[in-house]
């Protein structure tokens, strides 16, 4: 059967985050925004969400199960607020989610309760490198197997919370296969060196790391000798981003709204001039059908199937629907568009990182 | 619960369909292009057929309250398959069509049998809907065929023109077209009322077939009314001018119901250009790899990738459109919505298609210039893509007609 509505306890997850974007995310995103930092206590508010520990089950702390779907639900509502702060409020899945579903069940017992405990802990992963022809299913880190470690070497960058992360996934190429290995906060090689200085998502603590000659245990390979299965964790990244973007546009589609309603010229709403209002229908329909692709491919995921060309399709529709989206937001504001005391040119700086991030997001 | 789970009974009736879309439809489609007013009786016969066998029709419109009708999220599958096929041949199939959509939006119980039960039995046939004129097309509130109340008939007067398989329905059937016409010129749209007028009637006229760009197979017919007398009971619904609206809600409820349809079988039109294009492409070794970075793919492969995509998005919001029908919800911001977005995608994916594949696009040899021909009539007809665009707008903004010209 068809369905396009949400249960009654997803819409709940969606209420509470909702609240929590407008009342605090959306609050705080510009201050954020031009002091490049988040206010902790927006992290410590966001982690009452509960929406990991909700995802991860009992006997490992958390008090349930991952829903994709749960997922993109909530990421929306987050992103509508802050895109910087819904990135930073799931940095831990970065981690979780990965050993969640693709861990060993040592790996799993060590490190998701470190995610179920009342306090915010950022998880990180390592995957894009500084490159025009970065390709994710064909790193240029490398993993090589070494007396019962595997030794990793690449330089990356956009680690979210590199600096700060207890753990992260670091990926590279171990036989030409992409593979994930757990890196515990100051381990030997892995070097985090300057917070990247990116055009939009400034809040969000990204940072370029290298990796020499950086010793990881046999053991902490992501899923152990049986390796990761990257796509899963990729379609589930896909799904988590084409998700914000969706909230990113939604916030920018509904301020324009407002503004052009409210803006006169030649005595009436700018609103009330088709050149305007057309603008505004065709951003309605396509942050809607974009809606639709990620949830699909966030269904796809429950259900275990394959969801690969589904989230590629929604990711690439988002990303361009995005950047359309707050590019118009911009444009109906006209000058004061431009102007960073209206939050607009913010949601397009935001927007147009979409195309370059990957990996930075997982549900 | 969100799902996108198709419900088996889906899958069953689409194997049937697919045969017929594949060794029926496709095979004839050159043909009914190259000889317009050709009638494709073979599929009109297999089709009618199944109407008789299952019956259900494929065609309907809009889900009965007081019957077992087929669902919309059925309906915009089996549309869509069909018009993969061919969608000129589609808009030949017999059955109630847009005419039966008007009768089950507006009609009431005792209307509806009277009026459909004709296409449950006995010989294939056609109802059309007749709402444009020569003089106005979006702007039917300024229709001015008349219909004037003489005892116990209406006695209609007026022309019609662009009636989808108007012919079909009053000259080649025993069928029904529903005229909209005004009861009270003065009273703009609340006097505007759907009127049912069978095949036979004296006083209408089939009087031209339009010579088109494309889907060619299907009759586009005008319509002339001269005092044409039908019984008192023939509008659908009540005949009181009751307010400024009313009059007017049936058509807007007509269109919520018949837009999907229309949406489904535009995007059958793009994905057989898609599909062609993909299977020309694997013969020289390129196949699409989604999941390759963006700015890494080759112009052509970014291209499908983003037809495939806009395809997708256009689907799902006419799923959800058919769904939201299905469960009696108020879809009118996405009906428009859905044909907005797949009048733009099927007109822009069928030409994209024609552009990448260069000579063999533009040749009448393969099928890629019909079907770019075929796609831009879902761009116009059920309200142009700008009618739609309005009517969303309005909705989001919460402004009348006055407001939001």
């Known amino acids: 059967m068809f369905s396009f509505e949400p249960s009654e306890e997803q819409q709940m997850f969606i209420e509470a985050a909702r609240k929590f974007a407008a009342k605090e995310l959306r609050e705080h995103a510009r201050r954020a925004d031009e002091a490049s930092a988040l206010a902790p206590e927006i992290l410590a508010g966001g982690w009452e969400l509960g929406l990991l520990p909700a995802s991860i089950p009992e006997k490992h702390g958390g008090f349930g199960e991952r829903s994709a779907i749960t997922g993109v639900l909530a990421a929306e509502e987050l992103a509508w607020g802050d895109l910087s702060g819904a990135l930073a409020l799931s940095a831990p899945n970065l981690v979780a989610f990965p050993v969640l579903l693709c861990g060993s069940d040592e790996q799993k017992a060590e490190i998701l309760p470190h995610f179920c405990t009342d306090a915010y802990a950022p998880g990180s992963a390592a995957l894009i490198e500084p490159r025009y022809d970065f390709d994710s299913t064909a790193l240029k880190a490398t993993a090589v197997r070494s007396n019962g470690n595997y030794v990793l070497n690449g330089v990356k960058c956009n680690v979210p919370y590199a600096a700060e992360a207890e753990w992260m996934i670091a990926y590279a190429a171990l036989d030409g296969r992409t593979e994930g290995f757990l890196v515990k906060k100051g381990t030997v090689g892995a070097v985090v060196k300057d917070r990247e200085q990116n055009m939009g998502m400034k809040a969000l603590p990204l940072y370029s790391v290298d990796f020499h000659e950086c010793r990881i245990p046999a053991s902490q390979r992501l899923g152990g000798d049986g390796g990761t299965d990257f796509t899963l964790l990729l379609n589930g990244s896909r799904a988590a981003l084409a998700a914000m973007a969706v909230g990113v546009a939604r916030g920018a ?17 700018i609103a009330q001039r088709q050149s305007i209002a057309f603008m505004l229908a065709e951003m309605f329909v396509d942050i809607d059908a974009a809606r639709l692709m990620m949830w699909e491919a966030a269904w796809l995921l429950d259900q275990k199937r394959d969801a690969t060309r589904a989230a590629c399709l929604a990711k690439n529709f988002a990303d361009e629907m995005a950047l359309m ?17 209206y939050p607009v040119e913010m949601w397009l700086r935001n927007a147009r990182g979409f195309s370059a991030m990957e990996g930075i997001a997982i549900v | 619960m969100i799902s996108f789970e198709t419900p088996p009974e889906i899958e069953k009736r689409l194997q049937f369909v697919r045969h017929i879309a594949k060794e029926q439809m496709r095979p004839q489609a050159r043909h009914f292009d190259e000889h317009e007013h050709e009638v494709p009786w073979d599929f009109i016969n297999l089709m009618w057929d199944t109407v008789l066998k299952t019956g259900q029709s494929f065609r309907s419109g809009a889900p009965r309250p007081d019957g077992p009708s087929i669902a919309s999220t059925t309906l915009i599958h089996v549309i869509e398959e069909l018009s993969f096929g061919d969608a000129g041949i589609y808009l030949c199939g017999p059955g109630a069509g847009l005419g039966g959509a008007a009768i089950e939006a507006t009609g009431t119980k005792e209307q509806k049998e009277r009026f459909l039960a004709r296409y449950r039995e006995g010989k294939p046939k056609w109802a059309s809907m007749a709402m444009t004129e020569p ?8 229709i001015r065929t008349t219909a004037v109340r003489d005892g116990d008939h209406w006695v209609l007067n ?14 080649d059937s025993e069928g029904l077209s529903v005229i909209w016409a005004t009861v009270d010129p003065a009273a703009g749209r609340a006097g505007i009322k759907p009127f049912v007028v069978e095949a036979g009637t004296p006083g209408l006229k089939v009087t031209k077939l339009e010579h088109k760009m494309g889907i060619r197979a299907s009759d586009t017919a005008s319509i002339v009314l001269e005092d044409c007398r039908i019984p008192l009971d023939n509008v659908l619904g009540s005949a009181e001018v009751v307010d400024r609206t009313t009059g007017f809600k049936g058509a807007m409820a007509t269109f919520d119901a018949t837009r999907p349809s229309v949406a489904a079988s535009a995007l059958g039109i793009a994905r057989a250009s898609i599909e062609l294009l993909k299977d020309i492409l694997a013969q020289e070794g390129i196949t699409i790899e989604y999941q390759k970075p963006r700015n890494l793919l080759s112009a052509i492969e ?9 395809l997708r998005a256009a689907w799902l919001l006419t799923l959800r459109a058919a769904w939201m029908m299905d469960e009696r919800r108020v879809n009118t911001i996405e009906a428009s919505a859905c044909k907005v977005k797949a009048g733009d995608v099927v007109t822009k994916v069928t030409a994209k298609a024609v552009e990448l594949m260069g000579p063999l696009g533009y040749s009448r040899k393969l099928l890629l210039e019909k079907w770019m021909r075929d796609a831009k009539i879902n761009d116009l007809f059920e309200g142009t893509g700008q009618i739609n665009r309005l009517i969303i707008a309005r909705r989001l903004l919460g402004y009348t007609s006055a407001q939001l010209k």
């Open chain 1, 325 to 341: 989206v707050t590019d118009r937001a911009v444009q109906i504001l006209g000058g004061h568009g431009y102007i960073r005391d």
């Open chain 2, 135 to 142: 003089q106005c097309g979006s702007d039917t509130a300024a």
């Open chain 2, 302 to 310: 970014r291209d499908v990738i983003d037809m495939e995509a806009q």
């Open chain 2, 158 to 171: 007026g022309e019609k023109i662009f009636v989808t398989s108007g012919h079909k329905s009053l000259i």
């Open chain 1, 253 to 269: 589609y509904e301020y324009a709204l407002e503004y052009a309603k409210n803006r006169k010229a030649f005595g009436e709403a």
